[in-house]
């Protein structure tokens, strides 16, 4: 099977209890940039958190919200994403920023402008293009579909997310299923009632 999602970064931290808590909170940030082929982390010097993706050309980019991530990702305010020289990080530029005060402030939280800011950055061997689709199917059997447009990696994996959170938080469903990551792009089924949603990833044939 071909790989599709970047491999876990290669340090000892791995069996660190704070590391293992933050990669599991902030895994709706990270799963989408391993989904573009980058190895991303967690890092956690001085007491201090973001996320770091390697871009795998000399720079990287580094996702922090108002200073440092929060230990709770409930209490983000928005999301700020930094390209920078892994050598010299005074080479940098700012490619996002929707806290209170920032550029981007109208888009708060939300992962998907984020993520298309980042699939936007011009560097070789892209990932290929995905699809988000959904399927709803009623307890008497009648279906409804919803597609998203062919997007770019971490956006549609960011996509994924968004919809399957709006489906447990906002409208009652519990997720029953989901593909283990090893296995392929993201694939959940979700039950509410008798009514059946599928979420999926796919990749376009464009």
Do not use: K
């Amino acid at each position: 099977m071909t790989t599709t999602i970047a491999a876990l970064p290669d340090h000892n931290r791995l069996n660190d209890p704070l590391w293992q808590r933050l990669f599991h909170s902030y895994s709706h940030v990270i799963t989408p940039l391993r989904y573009a082929g980058w190895v991303t982390d967690i890092e956690t010097c001085g007491g201090e958190f973001h996320v770091r993706a390697d871009l795998r050309d000399g720079t990287e980019v580094i996702i922090a919200s108002e200073g440092s991530l929060p230990a709770d990702p409930n209490e983000v305010t928005g999301w700020t994403a930094v390209r920078q020289d892994t050598e010299d990080t005074s080479r940098h530029t700012v490619l996002y920023d929707s806290t209170p005060n920032g550029t981007q402030r109208h888009h708060g939280t939300s992962l998907i402008p984020l993520m298309a800011r980042i699939d936007g950055i011009d560097i070789p061997g892209r990932a290929p293009r995905l699809i988000v689709s959904a399927t709803h199917t009623a307890p008497y059997g009648t279906n409804h579909n919803q597609t998203a447009g062919i997007e770019a990696p971490a956006t549609a994996v960011a996509r994924f997310s968004e919809w399957s959170r709006r489906l447990t938080d906002h409208e009652g469903y519990r997720r029953v299923w989901h593909r283990p990551e090893c296995e392929g792009y993201p694939l959940a089924l979700f039950e509410s009632a008798g009514h059946i949603t599928t979420v999926r990833v796919t990749r376009s044939n464009d």
